[in-house]
């Protein structure tokens, strides 16, 4: 029984299972964040953990998302289990260079399941799945603003507070 309700969803159950996967990675995304949110914390970088911490959420809102997505389309997802998240860094430097590879993994990953929607011609998915493409290449960027600060004003002492103040502004621009 279970295979032929299998056969009658709406969304491709190759589809469903890579969106799956997204949802654990979105969910891993969201825990990354909350703990660079934190080390931000520690070393009294406030605009910094504000800004993380949001983004923390942001990436839990995307899991939601393609969560109730597969829900409402006959499929069952699955709320995934976290491990590995670092929560030790040596800089804000490297906190956001880690944030942005992480974001090009999770546009990346977007981008294959838009492939493999178009090979399947599961046009519903990937319509839906255009929200998040034009999200991720606001995510990239938003990231790259952040490293220019580094590069123009430095990464050491009063330096490094210049940048944590220009950071609420990085989404603006």
Known sequence: MKDLVRQKLSIHVEIMDLLNKQIEKEAHSSSAYLAMASWCDQNALTNSA?????????????MLKIFKFINDNGGTAYSPEIQGIDHDYNSLQEVFEIALDQEITITKSIHNIVYKCRKVQDLNT???LQWFVSEQAEEEQTMRRALDLFDLMGTEGLALKFVDERIPQIREI
């Open 50 to 62: 504000k800004f993380f911490y949001e983004q923390s959420s942001e990436e839990r809102e995307h």
């Open 126 to 128: 990937e319509n839906f």
